[in-house]
């Protein structure tokens, strides 16, 4: 499950974003991408924390009329991440957890999926964190049900995939 939501959000680390690149203009700058009442201070502390430059790492862009600014393979907005940063750290043994890490990253996931109400392992439930994880609040709106049966999909296709390789050996 937690290998379809990061195949869905960033094809397992290999898409984090376009947005916020040292050639991108300044319209796709994390001041202007994400939103201001929610991420930009968490963001300025979480590079402060970690030593990098806020202005080149890659971000996600908007989606539509929605805000962008979603950080590393597991596409966390700096605000949530922020929330759970003390978790992260303690399950993966360092004092600041790296949002672009893929190992602190798949963990923030599993967390945070967890926390969503993935962990009882059912279809209903994993689809219902899938869409908590991607539309928060909004998760029950019809113009986000894709993502759920989306990521549900891949899930089913990754499991095949792990049973297909079960089976050969």
Request: aromatic share 10%; net charge negative; proline share 8%.
């Amino acid at each position: 499950f937690i290998l379809a939501i990061l195949q869905q959000e960033s094809n397992l680390g290999k898409n984090v974003g376009t947005c916020n690149r040292p050639q991108d203009p300044e319209s796709k700058s994390w001041r202007n991408i994400m939103k201001p009442s929610r991420d930009i201070e968490p963001y300025k502390r979480i590079t402060d924390e970690l030593g990098v430059d806020p202005d080149t790492q890659p971000l996600s862009c908007p989606y539509k009329n929605g805000w962008g600014g979603a950080m590393g393979p597991s596409q966390f907005i700096p605000s949530t991440w922020e929330k759970y940063q003390n978790r992260i750290a303690n399950a993966v043994g360092v004092s600041t957890p790296n949002p672009w890490n893929p190992e602190h990253a798949f963990t923030a996931s599993g967390i945070y999926l967890a926390d969503l109400g993935a962990a009882s392992g059912s279809y209903s439930a994993e689809r219902q964190a899938a869409l908590r994880y991607y539309a928060g609040s909004n998760w029950q709106s019809p113009s986000v049900q894709f993502y759920g049966d989306q990521v549900m999909q891949r899930k089913q296709d990754i499991q095949s995939d792990i049973d297909t390789i079960e089976a050969a050996e």
